[in-house]
């Protein structure tokens, strides 16, 4: 009986450890959402940020996981999950290019 108690133990304890997912994580998956191809480099400073550049040339600085989270809406919702090939971040605009070339620029 103790050997069953302690081998559900271990099994519950490494799906716990499996399933949490950090902001690390969460950026690098979306990196390869975001790039719509393979990721070349990915990499986090110590200050946080968050750099990115894709397989076909694309780069992406973000500042945080605000910035991602506009990034996956915009791929979606105006680039139909194509991926971004630039984007940029204004104070008062989003400006960005699709894979497919069409360029935009809307208010935040």
Same mark, same amino acid.
């Given at each position: *009986? ?13 799906? !716990? ?24 480099? @990915? ?6 940020? !968050?750099?990115? !550049? ?16 506009? *990034? ?5 919702? @105006? ?13 008062? @605009? ?8 069409? *360029? ?5």
């Amino acid at each position: *009986m103790n050997k069953i108690g302690f081998l559900a133990f271990i099994t519950s304890a490494l799906l !716990v450890g499996c399933s949490s997912n950090t902001q690390e994580d969460n950026y690098r998956e979306a990196s390869f959402e975001l790039c719509n191809t393979e990721v070349k480099v @990915y990499s986090v400073s110590e200050d946080g940020r !968050v750099r990115i !550049v894709c397989s076909d040339g694309s780069k992406f600085a973000l500042k945080d996981e605000k910035t991602l989270e506009t *990034m996956k809406d915009i791929n979606v919702e @105006y680039c139909h999950g194509e991926g971004l090939g630039k984007f940029n971040e204004s104070r008062k @605009y989003y400006t960005f290019k699709c894979k497919s070339g069409t *360029m935009l620029s809307i208010s935040k």
